[in-house]
């Protein structure tokens, strides 16, 4: 009797330890978001959450899922998720993953087929290009400004664009953010004149692991 009773006891112990273990790996699934951006309505943001239906989240709400909307941007909304906050604009969409997987990021192509991104250098917002040609990351003289970049302590060169030959300024960015990627000490080179976009070029994208499925392209931040 007294060892039915112990074994009785054990197998609860084990199914208890079970279960713990399976809510503990879903409570860690759970961490783990894609949302994409379908399109902004006054105060309000229609999203797609891990391939779900659309639905509508206003400032402040938080949706089943545990992704909240922060704030509404022009062409952009903030979103929280998993402790982590992340800018996405319209037709983007991007994977908030636990902290132990490496950060990375989803890209939609748009009509011209170009990756297009938000994210910031040295903490001023800016749009990127993703541009594999492109040996650096260049940016215009404006945007240079507004990341309180300081060529002075740059060295010229000369570069070849579609427009010819083009002095710039060979620099170090202090940091560049593209949603939960965040790189330090990235080449760059500045341009004498203003650039409509940043080019994300090699000295960023050869730090991460990029694939392309189609109009669908995944960077993951290697190191």
């Known amino acids: 009797m007294g060892f039915m009773i ?90 908030s993953a636990p902290a132990s997987e490496k950060p990375s ?14 994210g910031s250098i040295n903490g001023a917002p800016m749009r990127f290009i993703v541009d594999t040609g492109a040996t650096f990351i260049a940016l215009g003289a404006a945007d240079a400004r507004r990341a309180n970049i300081d060529t002075s302590k740059g060295t010229p060169a000369m570069v070849m664009t579609a427009n010819g030959p083009a002095r710039v300024w060979r620099v170090k960015l202090g940091n560049v953010k593209l949603n939960g990627i965040s790189l330090s000490d990235v080449d760059a080179t500045v341009h004498e004149q203003d650039m409509p976009v940043v080019l994300l070029g090699m000295s960023f994208l050869n730090r991460m692991e990029i694939r392309r499925d189609g109009q669908t392209m995944v960077l993951t931040q290697r190191y």
């Open 105 to 118: 990021v989803t890209l939609q192509a748009d009509a011209q087929g170009h990756f297009m991104a938000h």
């Open 6 to 95: 112990g074994l009785r006891a054990l197998r609860l112990k084990t199914l208890c330890h079970f279960s713990a273990a399976c809510l503990g790996g879903w409570a860690s699934l759970a961490l783990a978001a894609d949302i994409a951006l379908v399109g902004l309505m006054g105060n309000k943001a229609m999203v797609v959450i891990d391939g779900g239906r659309r639905q509508m989240l206003a400032v402040g709400a938080t949706s089943p899922e545990g992704v909240k909307l922060i704030a509404i941007e022009p062409g952009a909304a903030v979103f929280e998720t998993n402790g982590q906050r992340r800018r996405i604009a319209i037709g983007q969409s991007i994977v």
